[in-house]
């Protein structure tokens, strides 16, 4: 079942005109510091500056809301042990594997 008006759309363009604009929104009205949403927001500036495409973008921002959510300090002021108590809550949660944080393995 698609949303009314969107059943045309590739997932690409759904991503860029309905998904990036949602995941803005929240951010811009979350209830955690207005600092961090700065931050999350100019990062976004970042990746699109930077050539990364909607899907990953979408995905960075996604995880980041989840991160400001939980973290109790501006992100400019969290040190090594801050990040890795999050990473660590949330990989330990009941949260979807595309929502948990995953690196490369070579």
Request: proline share 2%; charged share 25%.
């Amino acid at each position: 079942m698609h949303a009314q008006g969107y059943e045309n759309m590739g997932i690409h363009e759904y991503q860029v005109s309905v998904g990036l604009p949602g995941i803005e929104e929240r951010i811009r009205t979350a209830e955690y510091l207005e600092a961090n949403k700065v931050s999350i927001l100019d990062f976004e500036n970042f990746l699109f500056a930077d050539g990364l495409g909607a899907p990953g973008i979408l995905k960075s921002l996604t995880v980041l809301n989840i991160i400001a959510k939980t973290a109790k300090k501006d992100f400019r002021e969290m040190g090594q042990l801050d990040v890795q108590a999050i990473v660590a809550g949330i990989e330990s949660s009941n949260r979807t594997e595309t929502t948990k944080i995953r690196r490369a393995v070579s």
